[in-house]
């Protein structure tokens, strides 16, 4: 289903902004030290992707349990959607801060600029997450709506 596509989509969108808001070294790279931030949000961010995959397997149950009812899948989908959107918008804010205190420490690696740029990406794909995923479940609903009336086929003659 299009739903894994999407999220897996969403979640590389956000994990790869500060990377790629970062210039690459010139030569080889020089190991440095994560700091106890880094770390930190490393971790949210994983917690936050487990997140993301535990709704990804509640919308496909939705989606597959409302069989033909579309109305049904959506209305489960929509209140899946809105039990996980505050800790979508926390994650969007803890990743702003982040790239905030970030470019603050260091503006010379992290320019502000850049930090507003990967902010900005990452708000705008966290943003249109929900409306992706009702787009899919729809046509995933619809899909199923089509199979359950079209008419069995007949069992071909031996």
């Not at 999407?6 to 994990?15: N, R, T, V």
């Amino acid at each position: 289903m299009s739903l894994r596509l999407i999220l897996a989509a969403s979640a590389a969108l956000a994990f790869a902004a500060p990377a790629l808001a970062q210039d690459a070294p010139a030569g080889p790279p020089a190991a440095e030290a994560k700091s106890a931030a880094e770390i930190a949000f490393e971790a949210r961010g994983e917690a936050f992707q487990a997140r993301m995959e535990q709704m990804q397997g509640e919308l496909e149950a939705a989606v597959a349990g409302a069989g033909a009812d579309q109305t049904r899948g959506m209305a489960d989908v929509d209140a899946i959607l809105a039990r996980y959107q505050p800790e979508i918008d926390g994650f969007v804010a803890e990743f702003e801060a982040f790239l905030d205190a970030k470019s603050a420490a260091s503006p010379d690696k992290l320019p502000p600029a850049e930090a507003e740029s990967a902010k900005a990406g990452v708000r705008a794909a966290l943003a249109a997450l929900p409306a992706q995923i009702r787009t899919g479940a729809q046509s995933a609903l619809a899909a199923q709506a089509t199979a359950a009336a079209a008419p069995a086929a007949p069992a071909p003659a031996q």
